[in-house]
């Protein structure tokens, strides 16, 4: 392994990074108001309650309870982003939406999802969150007014209690309570007979989540209607949901070992793991119907259509402009990288960076961190503890799935070809590397 003396350069951005940026990366990520959170959840948990059927109370409230835990928990785990760049900047968005409904701002709560699902999710609490994940598709201010529009929707139309409640119902009622006596009292064949019975509940919530996504549509393009942002692009946004992946896919793997002059003549994509597991790719049938944003291309014509009958001219941007909106979904993907690192995903924080480096070669420090990472991970396969930083099961999109082929080559590389790599990659980089394996 190459031993390097750091200079002063070297130094100072040591010093950065183990003392300035710490101090600055962890506040970005603290709620500040976690107890008066806690309290207010639980004080929404008391008054839902009260207002169902006595059979369900004690059911519905522990459901709450634990959902109301796992997102404190959250919460204290810095899966959410609170720092002075993204957050107030969607956040305006957001109350923007509040305000031009006349919608009361203190029985929500706005929340930014570090992770990088395509997606946008609301509570029966009023809890509205936003994945960084989201913003690489958005073109403007006015799509995500939309985004934020739908899910408020949700909210007002009380979806997610309903949904509880309704499947509460059914779990308790007497017709489905006989169905479960009668498969037990069989001899053969008891437990296919149950997944049976549950995986039609399951599509017959599915059909429903369907109906709610199509109101919240609805709901949302009046709410949206109300702002002072403009429609023309909105439909487009059910493009962007269709095609999503999730992760980005800038550059194949294969490309990326040839431009950092890195040769493996023994891999191949085909090559069988070794440790890791890769699950069967769906079937395409069962994602379409369980999606969380199901029928895309209806509902952007249900879009269109509303929008054509009731004409809503206004402007794309009001908190900010189309470059700073670029520069926060450029600040997206490090942020949806740094908590893969966070959450210990080597594996998954070296693909991102690898993407990042492709989407913006001018950025000279994703470079050191890419470099950082393999050293990382080789310093993780000496010590028998590769695993625990690299997916031990992953569920390939695709046959093209690019994350799924690092995997695939990291599964497959020996102590010595990993560190083959990493000489590889810092003799064609060295000009931009800062910090050392040192």
């Known amino acids: 392994m190459r031993k390097e003396n750091l200079n002063y350069y070297n130094f100072y951005l040591f010093v950065f990074f183990i003392i300035v940026a710490p101090a600055t990366v962890c506040g970005q990520y603290e709620y500040k108001n976690v107890d008066s959170y806690k309290s207010f959840l639980q004080k929404n948990t008391i008054q839902n309650t009260l207002q169902l059927d006595k059979k369900i109370q004690k059911q519905y409230s522990n459901i709450i309870d634990e959902k109301n835990?796992?997102?404190?928990?959250?919460?204290?785990?810095?899966?959410?982003?609170?720092?002075?760049?993204?957050?107030?900047?969607?956040?305006?968005?957001?109350?923007?939406?509040?305000?031009?409904?006349?919608?009361?701002?203190?029985?929500?709560?706005?929340?930014?999802?570090?992770?990088?699902?395509?997606?946008?999710?609301?509570?029966?609490?009023?809890?509205?969150?936003?994945?960084?994940g989201l913003l690489g598709g958005m073109e403007n201010e006015s799509q995500l007014a939309m985004v934020f529009c739908h899910e408020i929707g949700h909210y007002l139309l009380m979806h997610s209690n309903i949904s509880i409640i309704s499947k509460l119902n059914r779990y308790n009622s007497h017709e489905f309570l006989t169905q479960i006596k009668q498969i037990k009292k069989q001899e053969y064949n008891t437990k296919k007979q149950l997944e049976?019975?549950?995986l039609t509940d399951v599509f017959d919530r599915s059909r429903h989540s369907r109906g709610q996504e199509k109101a919240a549509d609805s709901l949302g393009m009046i709410l949206f209607s109300n702002t002072k942002y403009?429609?023309?692009?909105?439909?487009?946004?059910?493009?962007?949901?269709?095609?999503?992946?999730?992760?980005?896919?800038?550059?194949?793997?294969?490309?990326?070992?040839?431009?950092?002059?890195?040769?493996?003549?023994?891999?191949?994509?085909?090559?069988?793991?070794?440790?890791i597991h890769f699950g069967t790719t769906e079937k395409k049938g069962i994602i379409d119907s369980l999606k969380t944003h199901p029928d895309c291309d209806k509902r952007k014509l249900q879009m269109q259509s509303f929008f054509g009958l009731n004409p809503k001219p206004g402007v794309d941007f009001i908190t900010g402009s189309k470059q700073d909106l670029?520069?926060?979904?450029?600040?997206?993907?490090?942020?949806?990288?740094?908590?893969?690192?966070?959450?210990?995903?080597?594996?998954?924080?070296?693909?991102?960076?690898?993407?990042?480096?492709?989407?913006?070669?001018?950025?000279?420090?994703?470079?050191?961190?890419?470099?950082?990472?393999?050293?990382?991970?080789?310093?993780?396969?000496?010590?028998?503890?590769?695993?625990?930083?690299?997916?031990a099961v992953y569920i390939p999109k695709n046959d093209k799935d690019q994350y799924a082929t690092l995997l695939k080559l990291l599964d497959n590389l020996s102590l010595e070809k990993l560190d083959e790599i990493i000489n590889a990659y810092y003799a064609n980089n060295n000009s931009f590397i800062r910090i050392t394996k040192n």
């Open 326 to 391: 670029e520069k926060i979904k450029k600040y997206a993907l490090f942020e949806e990288a740094r908590y893969s690192k966070d959450k210990g995903n080597l594996g998954l924080y070296l693909y991102q960076l690898i993407q990042i480096d492709a989407m913006f070669p001018a950025d000279k420090y994703t470079k050191s961190w890419i470099y950082n990472t393999l050293t990382s991970l080789y310093t993780h396969h000496k010590a028998h503890t590769f695993h625990e930083v690299v997916n």
């Open 69 to 132: 835990n796992e997102l404190i928990d959250r919460l204290k785990s810095k899966d959410f982003l609170f720092d002075t760049v993204a957050y107030p900047y969607l956040n305006s968005i957001f109350n923007h939406v509040l305000l031009s409904n006349s919608l009361d701002k203190n029985q929500f709560h706005f929340f930014i999802d570090r992770t990088f699902d395509v997606n946008a999710y609301s509570f029966e609490d009023g809890t509205v969150v936003c994945n960084l």
């Open 196 to 198: 049976n019975l549950l």
């Open 230 to 275: 403009g429609a023309k692009t909105v439909p487009a946004i059910f493009d962007y949901l269709n095609s999503a992946e999730g992760l980005p896919n800038a550059i194949t793997i294969q490309s990326f070992l040839d431009k950092e002059k890195i040769t493996i003549d023994d891999f191949s994509v085909a090559a069988p793991p070794k440790r």
